[in-house]
Nanobody
Framework: QVQLEDSGGGLVQPGESLRLSCAAS????????MGWYRQAPGKQRELVAS???????NYAGSVKGRFIVSGDNAKKTVYLQMNSLKPEDTAVYYC?????????WGQGIQVTVSS
């Protein structure tokens, strides 16, 4: 079993930055992929960014160039640096970790971008 604890959300104004963190604990030895999804009210959950244990990254087109995903593979921790935030980035952000055939989810963090 893997447990994920995510943190760092909040309310910011457009153009500001936030950094999300997610730490895995438990049986973390074979986690090969970690990342972030988000879900806005009335919308489906969508991929934001992910990073493999080898450091390869993947981004949604809507955040490319503004968000940076990084990780500490030894600690199985993943970060999401969100810059130039827009109102449309408002959502609940969910951390995930993939291990074998299972995907684990964090509890979700609210990010609100509003003036």
């Amino acid at each position: 079993q893997v447990q994920l604890e995510d943190s760092g959300g909040g309310l910011v104004q457009p153009g500001e930055s936030l950094r999300l963190s997610c730490a895995a604990s438990g049986s973390i030895f074979s986690i090969y992929l970690m990342g972030w999804y988000r879900q806005a009210p009335g919308k489906q959950r969508e991929l934001v960014a992910s990073i493999t244990s080898g450091g390869d990254t993947n981004y949604a087109g809507s955040v490319k160039g503004r968000f940076i995903v990084s990780g500490d593979n030894a600690k199985k921790t993943v970060y999401l640096q969100m810059n130039s935030l827009k109102p449309e980035d408002t959502a609940v952000y969910y951390c995930h970790a993939d291990q074998s055939t299972r995907r684990y989810w964090g509890q979700g963090i609210q990010v609100t971008v509003s003036s």
